[in-house]
């Protein structure tokens, strides 16, 4: 049982903001979550390219930008409001109700676990889905905001402030994007929602 009683929190409907980034993502993923509020009822889960062969340091390093407790993902997680949880290297991510689910990374297809976790996210979470597109190369993260725009979620990118912007452009180009700011102002945008 969530901490805060309310009953958005005890029946796990409280949102689940999927926050996606490849290249220079690391910069965009501290501003976001510097600016969160430690009490946004959200529960956060950063989705990142990672080299499937190599620890991640992406939880100490979030962690050092917010009070709110930063976790690697592990499977069949049950996720919290106010936790930012963190996908591991070399795994792929869905969402099955309030649990986290891991899979190995597929090998010999193109590699799209953002795509991947927006989707679950879309289907699962419903109207409680955010989804957000920061800097990285290439298109994933376009398909998976669709899915959330359609299912009556909220989605944003960041603007040309992303190092790589073709991750961001393409979910804008796309037209199912929100909300297009830098990433400390979808972080303040997110606490006022």
């Known amino acids: 049982r969530a901490v805060g009683g309310g ?6 409907a409280f949102p689940v903001v999927g926050i996606g980034a490849s290249a220079g993502g690391l910069e965009a993923f501290t501003a976001l979550i510097a600016v969160l509020a430690v009490d946004t009822g959200m529960a956060f889960v950063a989705v ?5 062969t190599h620890a991640s340091g992406l939880s100490d390093i979030l962690a050092r930008s917010t009070p709110m407790p930063v976790i690697e993902i592990l499977d069949g997680q049950v996720i919290a409001p106010n936790t930012i ?3 591991p290297p070399g795994r792929d991510l869905t ?8 899979q190995p990374r597929a090998a010999g297809v193109l ?5 991947l976790f927006f989707r679950s996210l879309a289907e699962e979470r419903r109207h409680h889905a955010i989804g957000v597109v920061l800097s990285g190369t290439a298109t994933d993260g376009t398909l998976g905001v ?3 725009k359609g299912a009556g979620g909220i989605t944003f990118a960041q603007d040309d402030s992303a190092r790589q912007t073709s991750m961001p452009h393409s ?9 297009v700011l830098p990433p400390h102002a979808i972080g303040a ?5």
Do not use: K, N, Q
């Open 7 to 12: 009953t958005d929190e005890i029946d796990g």
């Open 48 to 52: 990142s390219h990672l080299d499937p």
């Open 85 to 87: 949880y963190v996908l």
């Open 95 to 102: 969402i099955e109700g309030t649990r986290l689910v891991l």
């Open 111 to 115: 590699h799209r676990p953002i795509d």
């Open 146 to 148: 669709r899915a959330i």
């Open 171 to 179: 979910a804008i180009a796309d037209g199912f994007v929100d909300f």
């Open 189 to 193: 945008e997110l606490v006022r929602i």
